[in-house]
């Protein structure tokens, strides 16, 4: 066994964005060697794949509003099968400490004397911008990445500062995007992001069924419309998310947008 897996100890596994040539080495390893597996919905199947027939595997993913299990239960499952001398894998869709609720299990965890680590892994955004052929940041035009969530409570407002993401000089990642385009949309230009602003959005990403929508920040929502709520999303906003032909084109011109298609408003 790993030496860095004791029995009665917990990995954060980060499982990427699905296509399991994506995962680290050290990930595999760590899966091959679980005594359990509790993993996201997003976690890919060619990922699943590479958990041995033998391991146990508990789903405790959450799409849509659906939860298999609240985050509570998952920290008591984990807690559960540590304390029970398991090595225990909790794999997680793309980075384990981007959006994926890692602190709470960490905390639960160390409260109860387990020792828990995190093995990274390629965070959606990363993948996306692979998969497209662009890059997200670009010197003099592109010098802030901001990672946010569209993602809130039932019954809760979008809560975001707005006026630092409109920032012309930056690319925006929006995960779990979708179903807030169009306020997401609204909301940078009201805070005074130019309608033009090239975007794209990234639908299961490194999936064999991916696909990479291109348009403009005004017509964003329009973009959404042939997505099932199922599909994870991921919405880049920001000048270098243009085609990879026109990106030093529209570096020299400091902002214009090359001529590439985009969906655009009526």
């Not at 009665?8 to 040539?21: F, I, K, Q, R, T």
């Not at 997680?92 to 020792?115: C, M, N, Q, V, Y």
């Amino acid at each position: 066994m790993p030496h860095d897996f004791a029995p009665g100890s917990v990995w954060l596994v980060g499982a990427g964005p699905g296509d399991p040539e994506l995962l680290t080495r050290k990930a595999e390893r760590l899966i091959a060697a679980a005594d359990i597996v509790f993993h996201d919905a997003l976690v890919g199947p060619g990922v699943l794949a590479l958990i041995p027939p033998t391991t146990p595997r508990v789903h405790v993913g959450k799409r849509s509003g659906r939860h298999s299990k609240d985050q509570r239960s998952i920290n008591d499952l984990l807690a559960a099968a540590a304390l029970a001398g398991k090595r225990v894998v909790r794999l997680k869709g793309g980075d384990p400490s981007i959006f994926g609720r890692s602190t709470e299990e960490i905390r639960h965890l160390a409260e109860r004397g387990i020792a828990v680590r995190i093995c990274p892994g390629i965070t959606t955004a990363s993948a996306a911008a692979a998969s497209a052929g662009i890059s997200l940041t670009l010197r003099g035009l592109a010098r802030k990445l901001t990672l946010v969530t569209a993602h809130a409570r039932a019954g809760e407002a979008l809560d975001l500062d707005w006026a630092a993401l409109a920032a012309p000089e930056a690319t925006l990642a929006v995960y779990m995007g979708a179903a807030a385009a169009g306020e997401v949309s609204r909301r940078l230009i009201a805070a005074g992001r130019a309608p033009d602003t090239p975007v794209l959005v990234a639908v299961n990403v490194s999936l064999p069924d991916e696909r990479i929508l291109r348009g403009s920040l005004s017509a964003l929502a329009f973009l959404v419309e042939t997505i099932s709520g199922d599909d994870p999303s991921l919405l880049l906003i920001g000048e270098t998310i243009g085609a990879p032909a026109t990106v030093s084109a529209i570096a020299e011109t400091r902002g214009a947008v090359g001529t590439i298609a985009y969906a655009r408003d009526a």
